[in-house]
């Protein structure tokens, strides 16, 4: 039986060297970004979905956990940086810190629960969780309903940077998004990553070794769970409001999608998924449902054909480890 | 606190009917997951397109209730197995999750059609005549169509638990869960069961949707949250017993009726909460092996 992270080239052949070029490139190409003309707005919502999905392949790709509940602390931080920033006043900083803490609070707990289950009960359990939580904010006054929170002031972080300038904004949230990608690229190359890859590759073999696998897994996932929150902080910012939708099941799908699409278990897979699906979105938003149907076609094509995903298969193609 | 008998007995129905789908819809799970490994995100899906089914049996071909209570499933069923040979046999030697991801997949296309063409709001779909009307049962009155979808239910479900577990073909099926590759020697075709038993799962859903129809009205996401909840439902009952699913569904519905009466603002939730609290006590469900 193949597992689910198949395209995740093995450790050995991993070289430092590859990941710094993609790493440099990458950081060039988006640092240029605002020179280039391109619509700020659509790169920086790709950026925090970006991110988004990088610290759901953390679970998946090196826990081997499929969550079909991240939007819950997508919604969950977006909620709480919303409201502390519009109804607290609270600055952008200390904003991001209520949202991220919040998030990181929801993913001990939902992790305490979800993680006394494997595989497909995992996934099951994550996502009636996200729906548990989609119903309190639902009924919640906090949330607004419906309609949300609107109309958030962006601010000025540290007191320096004017975050309601678009340029500023961008690179604060382009530093956002590295720092965030930086985080969890540490933590795969630490000895907690290789511990994870263990359990993932065999984890009774690895209980063998002494290892209490459900402490690893269950580290992963409030690190998965706390750097969602932080994209979902971040979001605030750009989309100025937090609505019912980025705590609904299709988002947490949607977040399945990017990751699928770029190659689950990659390390840069993550960031071009969020980039094709958003700019898909894009491009495809005046088809009213038709969306939906491409994204469930999408899905379709890429478990049936297409696996390894966009940047596995350049990998694969190389035989190097992206 | 007082009691009034009356909206309480109301509750409980509401209830029951609502078990009894989840019994059904969890019972198709519960099967498909034995034979072919996968969770069927698409059942809710197929809920729907069986309540389409009857839908379209009435308005396009003048076919009413009882025979499209035969007729929608077999249709579904065929549409199901047509999906699993297409698509999901490529997918059987790898990672359970690809299922998930698969039929998930499949689920956003089927209901992204349907809402194209029949927007989000409800088709009207008219109890058949044999059914309208009530009873008074001197406590409460019993709308006779309501009534008899908690007991026609009851009977599919019973007889589905009796064609697993007490008969021949039940016995190959039983068997082929365990050892596919054993029950292959033995001359017995295998693929076909498989597809046989993803056919009966998602009629069975699509007999719920045929029995919702005319309470819950015809509408393309009636679903897709509903999924979600049987989802639960299964994380609670286990997947390992067809009577575990049963009993689980049917209890659920009542709990979240009896919620619906006495607290209302946690009806939507109760059934997640009591995931919660069966996962914090027994983690491997009810009466499902650990997974």
Same mark, same amino acid.
């Given at each position: 039986?193949?597992? @689910?992270t ?16 993609a790493? $440099?490139i ?13 619509y ?12 988004l ?8 790709g &090196?826990?081997?956990l ?19 920033l +519009?109804?607290w006043?609270?600055?952008p ?10 998030? $990181? ?7 305490l ?14 996502? $009636?969780l ?18 949300g929170?609107?109309?958030?002031? !962006? ?10 300038? #678009?340029?500023t904004? &961008? ?7 590295l720092?965030?990608?930086? @985080?969890? &690229?540490?933590?795969?190359?630490s ?7 263990? *359990? ?15 402490q690893?897994? /269950? ?9 969602? %929150?932080?994209?979902? =902080? ?5 989309? !100025?409001?937090?609505?019912l ?10 977040i ?5 699409v770029? %190659? ?5 897979? #993550?960031?071009?998924g ?34 390894r ?14 | ?6 909206? /309480?007995?109301a ?17 198709g799970?519960a ?15 197929? &809920? ?7 839908y379209f049996?009435?308005? *396009?071909? %003048? ?27 490529w997918?059987?030697n790898?990672?359970?999750l ?7 997949g499949?689920a956003l ?16 779909y ?7 009307g ?20 009851l ?32 001359? @017995?075709?295998v ?17 719920a %949707?045929v029995?919702?129809?005319? @309470?819950?009205?015809?509408r ?27 009993i ?6 009542i ?23 069966v /996962?914090?006590? +027994?983690?491997?469900? /009810?009466?499902?092996? =650990?997974?």
């Open positions: 039986m193949t597992t @689910i198949e395209n995740a080239v093995p450790s050995p052949r991993r070289t430092v060297k590859d990941e710094m070029v790493f $440099a990458m950081t060039a190409l988006l640092l240029v970004v605002p020179l280039t003309g391109v700020p707005f659509f790169v920086m919502q790709a950026l925090c979905f970006a991110l999905a990088c610290a759901f392949n953390l679970l998946i &090196y826990g081997g499929l969550s079909f509940g991240h939007a819950m602390f997508l919604g969950t931080a977006g909620y709480c940086t919303a409201h502390a +519009k109804v006043g609270l600055t900083e200390l904003g991001i810190i209520v949202g991220v803490v919040a998030a $990181a609070a929801l993913s001990v707990i939902t992790g629960i979800a993680i006394r289950r494997q595989g497909i009960y995992f996934a099951m359990i994550t996502l $009636a996200s729906q548990l939580l989609f119903f309190v904010y639902l009924q919640t006054p906090f949330t607004h309903g419906e309609d929170i609107q109309g958030i002031p !962006q601010g000025i972080l540290f007191g320096l940077f004017n975050l309601s300038k #678009p340029i904004l &961008y690179y604060v949230i382009l530093a956002g998004f720092l965030g990608f930086l @985080i969890i &690229y540490r933590a795969i190359n000895p907690f990553g290789e511990v994870l890859k263990a *359990i993932r590759e065999n984890e009774p073999r690895a209980v063998s070794l002494g290892y209490k696998t459900d690893y897994k /269950l580290l992963a996932y409030i690190l998965s769970g706390t750097l969602a %929150g932080f994209a979902g =902080a971040l979001k605030v910012f750009v989309a !100025q409001n937090a609505s939708t980025d705590v609904h099941w299709t988002m947490s799908g949607e399945v999608l990017i990751t699928l770029g %190659g689950l278990g990659t390390l840069f897979g #993550p960031v071009v969020a980039f094709v699906i958003i700019a898909m979105q894009q491009y495809l938003a005046g088809f009213g449902q038709w969306v939906t149907v491409i994204q469930g076609v999408i899905f379709v094509v890429c478990v049936l054909t297409f696996r995903g966009v940047i596995g298969e350049i990998a694969h193609y190389f035989k190097r480890s992206l | 606190m007082s009691i009034n008998l009356q909206a /309480l007995s509750q409980l129905l509401v209830g029951l009917i609502n078990g009894s789908f989840y019994a059904l819809l969890s019972l799970l099967v498909i997951f034995g034979m072919l490994n996968i969770i069927n995100f698409a059942h809710g899906a197929v &809920y729907m397109m069986g309540a389409f089914a009857a049996l009435l308005n *396009i071909a %003048g076919i009413g209730y009882w025979p499209a209570l035969i007729l929608a499933p077999l249709a579904v069923g065929l549409f199901g197995m047509v999906m699993e040979r297409t698509m999901l046999k997918i059987a790898l990672d359970h690809y299922g998930l991801l698969l039929t998930f499949l296309i089927i209901q992204g059609v349907f809402q194209n063409y029949f927007g989000s709001s409800g088709l009207p008219a109890i058949p005549d044999a059914l309208k009530g009873m008074n049962l001197g406590f409460m009155f019993l709308p006779i169509y309501r009534g008899w979808v908690v007991i026609f239910s009977i599919v479900c019973i007889a589905t638990w009796f064609l697993i577990e007490r008969t021949r073909l039940g016995a190959y099926l039983r068997a082929a869960t365990e050892n596919p590759t054993l029950v292959r020697a033995f001359g @017995i075709n693929p076909l069961m498989i597809t046989l038993t993803y056919g009966l799962g998602v009629g069975l859903a699509a007999l %949707g029995l919702s129809a005319p @309470i819950n009205q015809v393309p996401l009636m679903g897709a949250d509903l999924i979600i909840v049987v989802f639960a439902v299964v994380v609670i009952g286990g997947m390992g017993s067809i009577m575990g699913s049963i689980t569904g049917f209890a659920l519905g709990i979240e009726g009896l919620t619906k009466y006495f607290y209302p603002e946690a009806s939507n939730t109760v059934v997640f909460v009591l995931m919660v609290l /996962l914090l006590v +027994k983690p491997s469900g /009810l009466t499902g092996r =650990a997974a």
